[in-house]
C-alpha cells in the first residue's frame, strides 16, 4: 500500500485497543474527577519569565505564571485511575498571564476547550474545562512582588503594584472522563460555571461547588453502546450518549468532528491520514486549542480499525516543548503562541510533518512526500467519500504539500 510504509506492530489491527471500546465500561462515571485549577493561592513565576529580563512597564504584566490545582473532588485516587496533577498546564498550555481590568472586562465570556492525557501505560483520559478571569487578592500580588523584587525597597515595589493596577488572573474548572464524551463535557463545563456564578459572592465558601452538587456528574455510570444517560446538574439535564458498537469508529465529538474536514481540503486530509499509518511524526498547528484537540481525535478515528500508539498530545504545553525532538512518530497539537516559541528555539527537527489547519496545508520532507503513493483505485473512492464533507480546494503555496493524486500510484509533493 505504501511504497515505503513500514509493517509495525504498533499499529495493531485491533478495535478494542481504540479509547471508546476500553472506556465504556459500567464501572466508569460520566467523570472520574472534577477541578479547579488557577493561580489564586500563590503567583509561582514560570522558568520562562526572569524577573531581570523585563521591560519598560509592569513585570507581573508582561510574566508567566505556574497554574495549578486548587481543588479537587474525590479527594481520594479512584481505583486504577490515579489523578493527574499535570491537567493543569493542560488546561494553561502557555502559563498563566495576569491582566489588567479592562482587558477581563474585555475577556468577560468564558471559553471551552478540551484536551487529552495520555499516560505512561498508553491510557488516556479526556479533558475539558471553562475558563475565565477573577480578580487577583492582593495579598497574593503583594507576596509575589516581594519574592520577584527582593533586592527593591517598599518604594520601588509599591510602585509595580501601582503600575499593575487591578488583577486578574485566569481561573478554570476542568472535567476528567474515561471517554472522548467531549460535547458532554463541553456542555457539562458551561453549566458548573453557571451554577458558580449563581453560588453568591466569590470570596465565600459558598461560591464554590459542593460536593453533593458535582454527585451526579462523579458517580453516574456511562451508558453501554447504543445507550443514553441523563445528568442532572443544577436546574438542567446534561444528556451523555454512547454510540451503538457497530457505528464505530465514532469520536464523541458531536458537529466538532468535522473541524478537521472544515480545516483542510479533502487531498490534504488523505495525505495526513497516509503519513500517519507511515507512521511519521505529524505536528497540527491551529489558532484554537479546541481545534487541534477536534482534529486530533478526527484522525484517530479516521484511522480505525487500526489505533494510534504512539506519543499523542493533542495540545503541547510550552512546558513540554522539548518532547518535539523524540526520536519516535508521534501526533501532536501545538498552537501559534506554543509554537513561535518551539521555531524560537529550534525545537522543530526537520524530519517533522507540519500541519496548518488555518492556512489548510502540508509541509514535509522530500523524501518523506515521495514514499507516500495510493493506488488509484482507493484513492478516488476515498477521495469521493471525503469530497462532501471537506473544504474546498484552494492554490497551493509553493513550499506547501500539494496533496496525494490519484494515478499509477498517487504522490506527495515536500518542501526542504
Known amino acids: ?29 460520566i467523570a472520574y ?114 519574592e520577584v523584587m527582593p533586592e527593591c525597597d517598599g518604594v520601588e515595589r509599591a510602585a509595580e503594584r501601582a503600575l499593575a493596577g487591578e488583577l486578574h488572573a485566569p481561573e478554570a474548572i476542568c472535567l476528567l472522563s474515561s471517554a472522548p464524551i467531549f460535547e458532554a463535557l463541553n456542555s457539562c463545563c458551561r453549566q458548573l460555571f453557571r451554577m458558580r456564578l449563581s453560588g453568591g459572592d466569590p470570596a465565600s465558601t459558598e461560591y464554590m461547588l459542593t460536593e453533593a452538587s458535582l454527585r451526579p456528574l462523579l ?21 451523555v450518549s454512547i454510540p ?11 458537529r466538532d468532528f468535522l473541524l478537521l474536514f472544515e480545516c483542510l481540503d479533502v487531498s490534504s486530509v488523505i495525505v495526513l491520514w497516509a503519513l500517519l499509518l507511515a507512521e511519521q511524526k505529524v505536528l497540527l498547528q491551529a489558532r484554537q486549542t479546541h481545534v487541534l484537540t477536534m ?20 495540545i503541547l504545553p510550552a512546558s513540554l516543548l522539548d518532547i518535539l525532538q523524540a526520536p519516535v512518530p508521534f501526533l501532536i497539537g501545538i498552537d501559534e503562541e506554543v509554537l513561535g516559541m518551539a521555531e524560537q528555539g529550534g525545537l522543530v527537527p526537520d524530519d517533522v510533518v507540519q500541519v496548518d489547519l488555518n492556512a489548510s496545508s502540508i509541509v514535509c520532507d522530500p523524501d518523506v512526500a ?47
Not at 500563590?42 to 504584566?61: D, H, I, K, Q
Not at 487529552?116 to 488516556?124: G, N, Y
Not at 458517580?219 to 444528556?239: E, Q
Request: glycine share 8%; proline share 8%; with cysteine.
Open 1 to 29: 500500500f505504501f511504497s515505503a510504509g513500514r509493517a509495525s506492530g504498533a499499529l495493531r489491527r485491533t478495535a478494542e485497543s481504540i479509547a471508546l471500546m476500553a472506556c465504556a465500561s459500567d464501572a466508569s462515571p
Open 33 to 146: 474527577y472534577y477541578c479547579e485549577v488557577g493561580v489564586r493561592e500563590r503567583l509561582a513565576l514560570s522558568r520562562t519569565s526572569r524577573p531581570e529580563e523585563r521591560t519598560e512597564g509592569s513585570f507581573l504584566l508582561q510574566a508567566r505564571f505556574e497554574p495549578s490545582v486548587l481543588r479537587r473532588l474525590p479527594l481520594e485516587e479512584r481505583p486504577g485511575v490515579r489523578f493527574a496533577p499535570e491537567v493543569a498546564m493542560f488546561c494553561f498550555p502557555h502559563g498563566v498571564r495576569l491582566v489588567n481590568a479592562s482587558v477581563a472586562a474585555a475577556n468577560a465570556i468564558p471559553k471551552v476547550t478540551s484536551f487529552v492525557l495520555t499516560a505512561s501505560d498508553k491510557s488516556r483520559m479526556y479533558g475539558a474545562c471553562i475558563v475565565w478571569y477573577e480578580p487577583l487578592p492582593d495579598g497574593v500580588v503583594q507576596a509575589c512582588v516581594g
Open 219 to 239: 458517580t453516574t455510570p456511562l451508558p453501554d453502546y447504543g445507550g443514553r444517560v441523563d445528568v442532572p446538574l443544577g436546574n438542567v439535564s446534561i444528556h
Open 244 to 254: 451503538p458498537a457497530n457505528e464505530l469508529p465514532h469520536t464523541m465529538a458531536g
Open 295 to 314: 482534529a486530533a481525535e478526527s484522525l484517530c478515528a479516521l484511522l480505525f480499525p487500526f489505533s494510534w500508539q504512539h506519543v499523542y498530545i493533542p
Open 370 to 416: 515521495r514514499a507516500i503513493r495510493l493506488p488509484q483505485k482507493q484513492y478516488h473512492k476515498l477521495y469521493k467519500a471525503l469530497a462532501p464533507f471537506c473544504r474546498a480546494s484552494g492554490r497551493q503555496s509553493q513550499d506547501t504539500e500539494g496533496g496525494a493524486e490519484g494515478g499509477d500510484g498517487g504522490s506527495v509533493r515536500g518542501s526542504s
